[in-house]
Every structure is written in C-alpha cells, then in structure tokens.
C-alpha cells in the first residue's frame, strides 16, 4: 500500500511540475503589434497576446496600409503568417524606395493596432559566384578517391572482425 501511495504522489507531482510549462491553448483578447521593416521594401509585424504576451498562432487577420512622400499610398493589403516563427507575418516587397508611415490593424475579436515609420530602400541582391571550373572527376573518384575507398573496406573489415570475436567469446 505505501508503494501505490508513492508512486501516485510521484505521478502527482510530476504532472503539477509540467501543468506551467504546457502552452495556453485557449488565447482572447486584444493583441499587441510591432510593425518593422525588413531592410527592403517589405514589412514584418510581430503579433502577441497582450494579456499573456504569448505568439499568435493562428486565426488573426492583420491589415497594412502605408502612406508615403508625395501622397504615396499602399493598401489595405492583408498580411500573411511568415515561416519565421511563431506571431510573424510579413507583407513581401511592397514599398518602394522612401520613407513611410506604415499603420497595422488587426479586427475585432482580437483588435489590436500598431504603426512605424519605416524607412524602405532596393533590395540588395549577393554579387554573382564565379563559376569553380570542374575537373573531369569527382572528390570521391579524383586523385586520392582511392583513400575513402580504402578507408571504407578497411571499416568493414574491422567491424566483422569484432562481431566475429564477440561471437567467438560467447561460443566459449
């Protein structure tokens, strides 16, 4: 009887140690948001709960619109969840080079509101990578593939070695 008083004080104690770590699943309320452009002509917005400060997974629709110099205007254009975690959305290549004022709003039932001044400029792109002239052989075939060849058979050769001696051992 003391075992299973234990071992279900054990188990209790355990799941009330977890029950903190595990996400809140059930997320209402407003959502605060932090507008930031993406060094281009992008925007990104971090999304969260303002009550919990948790991510925003899923199921919030944000709004853009920007205004830019010389009566410039972009939206409303509807953001989409990015693949860069959890509560981020990006907008893609949207503004074109200048300064804007860029305003985020998410409907009711999670409203929420954020805006910056966002600063969008040409994307840059990597320069071109020369061409690495190619022999007619390949690393594992060129002049001293023979060695990965020699090394793998010498492997094989010591791996049955030694499942051959431990067989021998338990014959014994």
């Keep these: ?5 234990l071992a279900v004080a054990v188990l209790v104690t355990a799941l009330v140690a977890l ?4 996400p809140a699943y059930a997320h209402d309320g407003p959502v605060t948001l ?13 999304a969260v709960y303002t009550s919990d ?10 709004v853009l619109t920007a205004t830019g110099e010389g009566g410039r205007t972009v939206g409303p254009l509807q953001l989409n969840p ?5 509560g981020f959305y990006t907008s893609g290549a949207v503004l074109t080079p200048g300064s804007w004022d860029v ?7 999670h409203e929420g509101k954020g805006s910056a001044k966002i ?3 040409v994307a840059q792109q990597m320069p071109p990578v020369p061409p690495v002239p190619r022999s007619g052989a390949s690393t594992l075939t060129g002049r001293f593939g023979w060695l990965w060849w020699l090394g793998g058979v010498v492997l094989v050769v010591l791996v049955l070695g030694a499942i051959a001696q431990s067989r021998a051992r338990r014959r014994v």
């Design 1 to 5: 009887m003391r075992v299973y008083r």
């Design 19 to 22: 029950v903190p770590g595990l």
């Design 34 to 46: 932090d507008v930031a452009g993406d060094g281009a002509g992008g925007v990104t917005v971090r």
């Design 53 to 62: 400060k948790h991510p925003v997974e899923s199921g919030v629709r944000l």
């Design 82 to 86: 990015s693949a860069e975690g959890r």
């Design 103 to 109: 305003a985020v709003t998410a409907p009711a039932p």
């Design 119 to 121: 600063q969008a400029r």
